[in-house]
């Protein structure tokens, strides 16, 4: 079948190869003077265009108005008898008249008319022109029906402003068959415009997590909130103090139940989970069916959570699995936009040293969560043997004293206080905001978040530093050397205040005595 070409002759190139000039004149210069010469055309042809139809526009409204006053002119012919006609034709106008805020005539677009100084006049201001050159050809008439020569004096110059359109419009057909006659690239636009996106599939809600919430016997004894069990508390024991740098246990709740729902494997990353470790063939085309659900921190993130949860359940070979394939997600991550065929590339080629890495760093991982998930279990166990959670707080035994708090100020030049310092900044940020603060009630909150051990090294800390105003008076209630001298404390206290004896005037050794206290969870 030929090829049908006929839709380009009217298009007007820039390729001027085939034209010849005299040898004389350069040919750079004349093709330039003659792309010019064509813009210059077009440019003209297209102002010449725009100034038609704006005429066109004001004489439209010129000729509604003049249709009005021949409506006008007509409906008092009668009246035209007995009446002086030029009245009559004033009266005509008056009637005629447009709305006055449609009196002033459209603006001109832009280059138009731009040799006019004076504005456009008004339709109003050009009816009276018109009734102007009327009555002179109806005085030069001397018609005895004066009226009759209005009316044909009007429907004359109708006449005209309608053979102006007429002619304006063949004018304007004209050019603008002109103007499409050839395309350029003013006149290009797009025909068809697609695109199209692959939206991920949408994904499934999560099932809603139900929570028991355990009750506590001594809450105060126990975690600050009743939603943290007994084996979170128990987690905490092992860290070094990081724990007390937390101050509102409504934001570590919070931070629980987040990471809770963040971390939870969605169905298609189950799937994922379930692929045997080495089956690098499955692997991938999982990966290639849901490539947006699997390729991202969140999956690799949930799969190690996974992991850590099926450990704790006993579940070891789940577990290595889910380590697998979150440190193969991470992999492909790693690798760049190409990562997946990278990846899988190098993993199964045969003696490639990176499947060795990938599998060395597979089971080193996997130890570390072994390793972690063995420490966890021993410490619940013993928390379940002692029957509780066991802290260390201060309290005040003597009646009527305190237990005041001494910060030591960083820029001292006293060197006990130098000293006391250097014990303070030891202590975790938690600590210190707490003891700034010179709350007993605050700096119990933060000795309860720590392990019993921990806990008794701060406080020996804070009475060598000096900070409890009570170096030697304190008592440790968790022994039973420190439990006696509490019950002789309270004895001699009973015992003056049923005989009535005043208390010795002179300095009170402040007492404070540290206790240990438990929380029992029931289901």
């Given amino acids: 079948m030929p090829v049908d070409y006929s839709k380009w002759d009217a298009l007007e190139l820039s390729d001027d190869s085939d034209i010849e000039v005299h040898p004389n004149v350069d040919k750079r210069s004349f093709i330039r003077a003659k792309q010019n010469q064509i813009h210059q055309?077009?440019?003209?042809?297209?102002?010449?265009?725009?100034?038609?139809?704006?005429?066109?526009?004001?004489?439209?409204?010129?000729?509604?108005?003049?249709?009005?006053?021949?409506?006008?002119?007509?409906?008092?012919q009668e009246?035209?008898?007995?009446?002086d006609p030029d009245q009559l034709v004033l009266q005509s106008m008056l009637e005629s008249a447009a709305d006055p805020a449609k009196d002033e005539p459209p603006k001109p677009p832009e280059g138009v008319y731009t040799h006019q100084k004076e504005p456009q006049p008004t339709y109003s201001k050009m009816m009276a022109s018109l009734i102007d050159q009327v009555k002179k050809e109806v005085d030069e008439k001397k018609s005895p029906d004066r009226f009759k020569d209005y009316i044909d004096g009007v429907r004359g110059h109708l006449t005209k402003v309608q053979n102006l359109q007429q002619e304006l419009l063949t004018k304007l057909a004209q050019l603008e068959k002109e103007?499409?006659?050839?395309?350029?690239?003013?006149?290009?636009?797009d025909g068809v415009n697609y695109s199209s996106v692959n939206k991920p599939k949408p994904k499934e809600p999560a099932a809603p997590k139900t929570t028991k919430d355990p009750e506590l016997l001594n809450p105060k004894a126990g975690l600050a909130s009743n939603q943290r069990s007994v084996p979170t508390r128990s987690d905490s024991q092992v860290s070094s103090g990081a724990e007390a740098d937390v101050e509102d246990d409504n934001l570590i709740e919070q931070h629980d139940l987040d990471d809770d729902s963040n971390l939870e494997l969605t169905p298609t990353a189950k799937g994922f989970s379930q692929i045997k470790i080495g089956d690098f063939q499955a692997s991938l085309q999982y990966i290639g069916k849901n490539?947006?659900?699997?390729?991202?921190?969140k999956t690799h993130d949930s799969l190690l959570g996974e992991a850590f949860s099926a450990q704790m359940k006993g579940k070891a070979t789940y577990a290595k699995q889910c380590v697998h394939q979150a440190l193969l997600v991470q992999y492909c991550q790693q690798l760049g936009k190409d990562g997946v065929g990278v990846f899988f590339k190098r993993v199964?080629?045969?003696?490639?040293?990176?499947?060795?890495?990938?599998?060395?760093?597979?089971?080193?991982?996997?130890?570390?969560?072994?390793?972690?998930?063995?420490?966890?279990?021993?410490?619940?166990?013993?928390?379940e043997e002692k029957g509780g959670v066991e802290q260390i707080q201060l309290h005040a035994v003597e009646p009527g004293t305190e237990i005041h708090i001494n910060v030591p100020q960083p820029n001292s030049t006293d060197p006990v206080e130098i000293e006391a310092r250097k014990i303070f900044d030891t202590f975790p940020p938690g600590l210190q905001r707490a003891l700034e603060t010179g709350s007993l009630d605050k700096i119990n909150d933060v000795l309860g978040k720590m392990a019993v051990d921990e806990a008794?090294?701060?406080?020996?800390?804070?009475?060598?530093g000096g900070m409890l105003s009570l170096q030697e008076g304190v008592i440790d209630a968790t022994n039973e050397e420190g439990q006696q001298r509490l019950r002789e404390i309270e004895e001699e206290e009973r015992q003056k205040k049923a005989t009535g004896e005043p208390v010795q005037p002179g300095f009170t050794e402040p007492v404070a005595a540290v206790e240990q206290s438990s929380a029992y969870d029931i289901d």
């Fill in 41 to 76: 055309h077009r440019f003209e042809r297209r102002r010449e265009i725009d100034t038609l139809k704006y005429e066109r526009l004001i004489n439209d409204g010129l000729l509604e108005r003049i249709n009005a006053l021949l409506d006008a002119l007509s409906s008092h």
């Fill in 79 to 83: 009246e035209a008898k007995s009446k």
């Fill in 179 to 189: 103007e499409g006659s050839r395309i350029t690239s003013d006149q290009l636009h």
């Fill in 291 to 297: 490539y947006d659900e699997i390729m991202n921190q």
């Fill in 348 to 383: 199964t080629t045969k003696g490639h040293k990176a499947h060795k890495l990938f599998v060395d760093d597979v089971n080193d991982t996997y130890a570390r969560i072994q390793a972690r998930t063995a420490e966890l279990k021993r410490q619940e166990q013993e928390v």
């Fill in 456 to 464: 008794e090294q701060v406080v020996e800390k804070l009475g060598e």
